[in-house]
């Protein structure tokens, strides 16, 4: 099974940046994955990692480390719009995603 | 383009009544899924589907059935709905390969009384 743990909520300024991060027990590591969910509306892929590192995408980067089964999210250039939950999620060998509970990220101007 | 389409949007039930949540995709995505989505608890995954034909039970199936007869269509069935059964119902699919990310529908949202 999972066990993935993120912060419940952050606050950040709008232009700043923000991590958000994950720590995750698997008992089969297949993948780590971040969502984006607004209020109301259904989540969307953000990224992916699955070797050890940084993968960027324009103003959001996300970390893996199997090793120490820790992620992180960070985001750039925060915008009013990139208030949202981010959640991270986990995938396991047999391909099904556990998620965490969601860290609720407010951008005050 | 669609995607994933659920219906109904949105469902008062009385307790004890049989419900079946839609759920068909346009993508010819091979996995499906079902996830429920609770305050404070996140997503958490009901039934899944890796293909047409066969059927796995998530973390919370219990009182829940699905089938997957083909590709497109992944019903979700409450037999006798029960209060604690209130939530936002997400389907899901992913296609075999790449990074394998879910495309999830708009949810369901049901109350149960």
């Known amino acids: 099974g999972q066990n993935i743990d993120q912060p419940t909520e952050m606050t950040a300024t709008e232009g700043a940046i923000v991590q958000i991060n994950c720590t995750y027990q698997t008992s089969g590591f297949n993948g780590l994955f971040w969502y984006q969910q607004h209020a109301g509306e259904a989540p969307t892929f953000l990224s992916y990692?699955?070797?050890?590192g940084l993968e960027e995408k324009g103003r959001f980067s996300s970390f893996l480390s199997r090793s120490k089964g820790y992620s992180y999210l960070l985001l750039k250039e925060l915008q009013m719009k990139d208030s949202a939950s981010y959640l991270c999620a986990v995938r396991d060998k047999d391909y099904k995603l556990s998620f965490g509970a969601g860290t609720t990220v407010t951008v005050r101007a | 383009i669609a995607g994933i389409t659920q219906a109904p949007t949105s469902q008062i039930l009385a307790a004890g009544r049989r419900m079946t949540l839609r759920c068909t995709q346009d993508?010819?995505?091979?996995?499906m899924y079902w996830y429920r989505q609770d305050l404070g608890l996140g997503l958490r995954l009901i039934h899944y589907s890796n293909t047409a034909g066969t059927t796995g039970k998530g973390e919370v199936p219990d009182g829940y059935s699905v089938s997957r007869a083909n590709t497109d269509d992944f019903p979700l069935t409450l037999a006798s709905a029960v209060p604690s059964q209130t939530s936002v119902y997400f389907c899901a699919s992913s296609a075999s390969g790449d990074t394998g990310e879910l495309f999830f529908g708009e949810g369901s949202r049901l109350t149960v009384l």
């Open positions: 993508m010819r995505h091979n996995a």
């Open positions: 990692n699955v070797l050890d």
